[in-house]
């Protein structure tokens, strides 16, 4: 009788453990943390341990995150951007600098990246303005929301942190587009920002713009500034159509491609895997966008489906950027590829993000009161 008990409770608790997680969501998601681990056996062996902690970390999170119900995602979300706000505030008076950039704030008993905040601040945000104008946005709320949107892009693009300000830019616009805005406005948001290029030319750091002149020309400075471009398109087009093998790739395992573990991982997979391998990662990720936009099309309020329709579409940016970038048809931005690149700060950010869709999900029935 006792083993019985004991049972249904065993029974009870991998159920309530279990009971957020979305089964495809969380299939895709294994797939591509296999391919990680892998990639990182490959690319840097000596990083291995560390990045298992993350991922382990990572699902814990994701795990929290999947409990919290959109209704109470909703209550913190102006609590939440405002943190983030005066952390990016507090990080331009007293952040440390590193490297030239002053992105990091100490805290004494560690060092945060409030940026980082600001890629799920941002869409909450935005979709809990929204959702308070359900009825008919007017062009006046989507001038308030864009500029809830650039100040703290503008903050952390003066850290200077460009990759961030462009993921925090997009995760915020794709609310702002979902919300219903205007393909006219968006024609002439275009056009004025055509207009205003070379003035936004002047303010580029010299890196920055060094990074868009190598993007039209590598091959001025093959040992210099163009080196990482010239060096990531050899290992993808080397690769051919079935890829070296695992550990086999001459460019990543002599160490020509630089930053192999992290922003140019995709050259390392790119060459040991060829294009079958890049056919396999992208409808991994095909796969993800798309459950993440079906979960957002049978969201129960305006509010999850406009957050689970930015998240997902932030799965789509960090892609494509990362993949343009290191096949040369985008500047190098420092944007790594989603859940493959080492590294523990944006892999738990995107596991927030997909905690977040199994909890829309998860209360897809349910409606707000």
């Not at 590829?337 to 950010?349: D, F, M, Q, R």
């Amino acid at each position: 009788m006792n083993h019985g008990i004991g049972l249904a409770k065993l029974r009870s608790f991998v159920q309530r453990l279990v009971a957020p997680i979305d089964g495809p969501l969380m299939l895709i998601a294994g797939l591509l943390l296999l391919l990680a681990v892998g990639m990182m056996g490959s690319a840097s062996p000596e990083r291995l341990n560390t990045q298992l902690i993350n991922v382990a970390v990572a699902l814990v999170v994701m795990r929290i995150a999947a409990q919290v119900p959109p209704q109470r995602l909703m209550h913190l979300a102006v609590p939440i951007y405002l943190a983030g706000l005066l952390l990016l505030i507090a990080v331009a008076l007293f952040g440390d600098v590193s490297k030239g950039a002053r992105r990091w704030l100490n805290l004494g008993f560690m060092r945060a990246q409030p940026s980082e905040l600001m890629k799920i601040a941002m869409p909450l945000l935005l979709a809990w303005y929204f959702q308070q104008r359900e009825a008919m946005p007017r062009l006046r709320d989507y001038a308030i929301a864009a500029f809830l949107l650039l100040l703290p892009v503008a903050l952390i693009a003066r850290q200077p942190d460009l990759g961030t300000a462009v993921l925090v830019l997009a995760a915020g616009f794709y609310v702002i587009f979902f919300a219903g805005l205007s393909w006219k406005i968006m024609i002439g948001m275009a056009v004025a920002a055509a207009a205003a290029a070379p003035l936004a030319w002047t303010q580029l750091h010299d890196y920055q713009r060094n990074r868009i002149i190598t993007l039209l020309d590598p091959e001025k400075d093959p040992l210099g500034k163009g080196f990482h471009i010239i060096q990531s398109t050899i290992a993808i087009g080397s690769g051919g159509i079935f890829g070296k093998g695992w550990r086999e790739g001459t460019q990543a395992q002599l160490e020509f491609i630089p930053e192999r573990h992290t922003d140019f991982i995709f050259a390392v997979f790119s060459e040991e895997f060829g294009l079958l391998g890049n056919l396999l990662l992208l409808t991994l990720y095909a796969l993800l966008i798309g459950r993440g936009l079906m979960i957002a099309a049978n969201a129960a309020t305006l509010f999850s489906r406009l957050l689970a329709g930015a998240v997902t579409m932030i799965f789509f940016t960090y892609a494509f950027v990362n993949m343009g970038m290191v096949s040369g048809i985008l500047p190098v931005v420092g944007v790594p590829l989603p859940l493959i690149s080492y590294g523990g700060t944006a892999l738990v950010t995107l596991f927030i993000g997909i905690g977040i869709l199994m909890s829309i999900h998860g209360n897809r029935m349910l409606v707000q009161k």
